[in-house]
Every structure is written in structure tokens, then in C-alpha cells.
């Protein structure tokens, strides 16, 4: 079974700070993915990046895939409370198909 | 609207006692998962399916049951549930074309069980 690590587990900042939340692996993934999901609701994606060294950017967020695909980071700029939520990592096993490993979770909580 | 259900969403229930959550999809997607979440273990897979008649287990699928008759349906069956199936149960659904999918993985709002 792979793991993916992901740290922090809980954040709390005020608004308008910057964060990142990193996801690791000893594992090298054939993608990866992170979600965000609400409470009472299931994750929803954000971002897939695939090729090492990968940067996608989504409006104040920006995603980044390690060059030996085994980590990840996602960074926050100027965080705003609709940033509030539960982001996971997770990556789709080399092995081909669906077997897909998910991060615990990081818990993010901006202030106003 | 594409999207991912899932019934019941809530359900407790009591040790051995057969339950089936059901899933349903509308976007004719080929891959389909189910998954549980648990605080400090996150979500785990519990079994795929990458087209009908054809499914493979996750990390968890101890005392779990699946099926795959139709594209659009996959349940998950608990045929003796216990405690330690209390949890919050996810399917999702993807597109892909067989092999490695990058495609969106979409969830349902999850199924939450407290077997008792």
C-alpha cells in the first residue's frame, strides 16, 4: 500500500496570509490530485497534474508536482475565509487503473 | 446535471444485520469507487470497478461486498456489518479510457453509517 503524508493537518491563519500544505510520498505516483471538500460534502477536485516538476495555477492557488513525482505542494496566496475547508492530496497508483491513495487531510481555517 | 448519488445518507443500523448502500451515476463513466473516511486515517479505498462485471479491491475491503451489472449502478454491500464499519462512505465515478485516467473524479455526498 502507498502513503501519502500530508502536512500540516490543521491550519489556522488570518486572512490575507500565505500557506502551504506539502504531500509526500517514498512512492512515485503516475498523478496526483488534490481536493477540497466542505463538511456534509464529498471532495471536489481542484487540480491533477501528471509530469514531474508540473506547476498549475488556479486563480490565488498554485499546485506543483515534484520532479520524481513522489510529492506535491499546494500554496495559498492572500487566503481569504472561503478558503475554509478540508484539502486532500491524492495520488493514482503507477500500476495503472483506479487504485488511488488519499492524504489524511489538511484542515484549513482562515480567520477574517 | 452530472452527478453522483448515493441512498440512504444517513442509516444506523445493528451488528449483522445485511445493508446495501446504493450509488448511481449519470455520466457513463466506466470507473467507479467507494471509499470510507475516518478521522486521522482520511479516505481509504474500499473497491473499484473499471467496467461492468470487472472490480478489484482497495486498501479496506474486508467485510465489504460489491457489484458492477450496470455502467451506471455500483452498491456496496455490508452482509454482517460490525462497529468498526461506523463511518462515512464515499463513492465516486470517473471517465477515464482504461489504464491511467487523469480525468475528474467526481463524489457522491456521502453515506453516513453507525452500526451499533
Known amino acids: 500500500t502507498q502513503l501519502l503524508e500530508q502536512s500540516p493537518q490543521f491550519l489556522s491563519i488570518q486572512e490575507g496570509e500565505n500557506l502551504t500544505v506539502y504531500c509526500n510520498s517514498s512512492?512515485?505516483?503516475?498523478?496526483l490530485q488534490w481536493y477540497r471538500q466542505e463538511p456534509g460534502e464529498g471532495p471536489v477536485l481542484l487540480v491533477t497534474v501528471v509530469t514531474g516538476g508540473e506547476v498549475k495555477k488556479l486563480k490565488r492557488l498554485t499546485f506543483q508536482f515534484g520532479d520524481a513525482r513522489k510529492d506535491s505542494s499546494l500554496h495559498i496566496t492572500a487566503a481569504q475565509p472561503g478558503d475554509t475547508g478540508l484539502y486532500l492530496c491524492a495520488g493514482q497508483d503507477s500500476g495503472g487503473y483506479q487504485k488511488v491513495t488519499f492524504g489524511i487531510g489538511t484542515k484549513l481555517q482562515v480567520i477574517p | 446535471e452530472a452527478q453522483v448519488t448515493q441512498n440512504p445518507r444517513y442509516l444506523i443500523t445493528v451488528t449483522g444485520k445485511k445493508l446495501t448502500v446504493t450509488c448511481s451515476q449519470n455520466?457513463?463513466?466506466?470507473?467507479m469507487s467507494w471509499y470510507r473516511q475516518d478521522p486521522g486515517l482520511g479516505l481509504r479505498q474500499i473497491y473499484y470497478s473499471m467496467n461492468v462485471e470487472v472490480t478489484d479491491k482497495g486498501d479496506v475491503p474486508e467485510g465489504y461486498k460489491v457489484s458492477r451489472k450496470e455502467k451506471r449502478n455500483f452498491p456496496l454491500i455490508l452482509e454482517s456489518p460490525s462497529p468498526n464499519q461506523t463511518s462515512l462512505y464515499f463513492c465516486?465515478?470517473?471517465?477515464?479510457?482504461?489504464?491511467?485516467?487523469?480525468?475528474?473524479?467526481?463524489f457522491g455526498p456521502g453515506t453516513r453509517l453507525t452500526v451499533l
Open positions: 512512492s512515485v505516483f503516475s498523478s
Open positions: 465516486a465515478s470517473t471517465q477515464g479510457e482504461g489504464g491511467y485516467s487523469t480525468d475528474t473524479q467526481y
Open positions: 455520466m457513463n463513466h466506466e470507473y
